[in-house]
């Protein structure tokens, strides 16, 4: 095990939506890709999606340009409706872990999303965190910190405008 420790990003968002709808945003295939991508101009295709503790799911996420970019998402915990914990990987169409694009980027990367509800208002806490991250993994992500919020922040915005509508 790598003694490299990178201090989590933490994420902190509140729904106006039941807590039973969000956590199925974002554990059922039909609801992911309405917001899981970093703007309204990128789209979101499943390949498999297994969505279960120990099952995986695969997509792709294309942009504007036309550029596509695989991910491959293995879970761990999901405990309904309150927590989800998932690892995340840049793959091929066929899920083979590759290389991340971006330079010296983690190569695996865990979110944990916990959830509670108070008023029909749900909170939702989440937590991103490199594993295992190398010292040039670290410090890419360290150097990224500040632009966190704009992708998960971006779909964020997507999954609030999402569950409005449902």
């Not at 969505?51 to 942009?63: D, N, T």
């Not at 010296?104 to 208002?121: C, H, Q, S």
Request: hydrophobic content about 35%; proline content about 6%.
């Amino acid at each position: 095990m790598n003694a490299i420790t990178v201090v989590p990003a933490t994420l902190k968002r509140a729904f106006n939506a039941p807590q039973k709808l969000v956590y199925e945003a974002w554990t059922q295939e039909q609801h992911l890709c309405q917001w899981q991508v970093p703007n309204s101009e990128v789209s979101c295709v499943y390949r498999s999606a297994d969505i279960r503790s120990g099952g995986s799911a695969l997509y792709k996420m294309v942009m504007p340009s036309g550029k596509e970019m695989w991910l491959l998402t293995k879970y761990h915990d999901l405990n309904p409706y309150d927590r989800i914990v998932f690892t995340q990987y840049e793959s091929n169409e066929n899920g083979d872990v590759l290389s991340p694009s971006m330079p010296n980027w983690p190569k695996e990367i865990r979110a944990t999303i916990n959830l509670n509800e108070v008023d029909g208002v749900t909170y939702m806490e989440f937590v991103w965190q490199p594993v295992n991250p190398t010292q040039a993994e670290a410090d890419a992500w360290e150097s990224s910190r500040a632009q966190f919020s704009n992708g998960w922040g971006g779909s964020f915005e997507l999954l609030a405008g999402y569950l409005a509508q449902n």
